[in-house]
């Protein structure tokens, strides 16, 4: 299996607004920016990436793409994650990857056996769907689809369970993966609970 991944990130501007007035402006592009080298850092450090991409109309995140060795992925104007997650499925397809997992930029927790894992668990299918929900379990904190065009995108509110509705409909293989690492995102004030510095 080839497998792509894909980082949609809107501008550090306008990153994770929701945390004010939790954290100023400084702080809050800061803590997106260690996020997302975080996240890179884990895919790069999992050796089963074929083509890493961050999907961004930012100079900033570009640049923190190509640190990581992987591609920036242009868009002229933030576009929406949804949108970013469709340009992600024709990047992998371009380059030759069967496979295509979209990451949020706000795992403050993944590691790489996170994506060791998530690879293998999609590996014996062909057309399959592997997700990973978020602690409550309504958002999506990892989509892998194999191949990249075999379900379309559908990030935002419970957006778990419609891919698994979604999914079911189309009659595509699901696979769920539970990950104590990878459920954990920062969207809210409260979610800064208990979070000091980002390792793996």
Request: aromatic share 4%; glycine share 4%; net charge positive.
């Amino acid at each position: 299996m080839r497998l792509a991944v894909a980082i949609p990130m809107k501008p550090l501007a306008l990153a994770k607004a929701r945390l004010r007035p939790g954290l100023d402006d400084a702080a809050r592009q800061k803590l997106a920016a260690d996020m997302l080298r975080h996240v890179l850092a884990a895919v790069a450090a999992s050796r089963v990436v074929e083509a890493g991409g961050v999907v961004s109309a930012d100079p900033a995140a570009q640049a923190l793409a190509a640190r990581f060795g992987f591609e920036a992925i242009i868009e002229d104007a933030p576009a929406g994650y949804n949108q970013a997650a469709v340009r992600a499925c024709a990047w992998a397809q371009a380059r030759r990857c069967d496979a295509l997992l979209i990451l949020p930029a706000d795992l403050p927790r993944i590691t790489p056996a996170d994506i060791q894992h998530l690879a293998r668990l999609a590996e014996p299918h062909p057309r399959v769907m592997v997700i990973a929900p978020d602690r409550a379990e309504t958002g999506t904190n990892a989509l892998l689809l194999r191949p990249p065009h075999v379900l379309r995108p559908q990030f935002g509110i419970d957006s778990f369970h419609r891919h698994l509705e979604n999914a079911r409909a189309a009659n595509i293989h699901a696979v769920i993966y539970r990950s104590p690492t990878l459920a954990q995102d920062i969207d809210w004030p409260e979610d800064l609970s208990g979070f000091s510095t980002l390792r793996f």
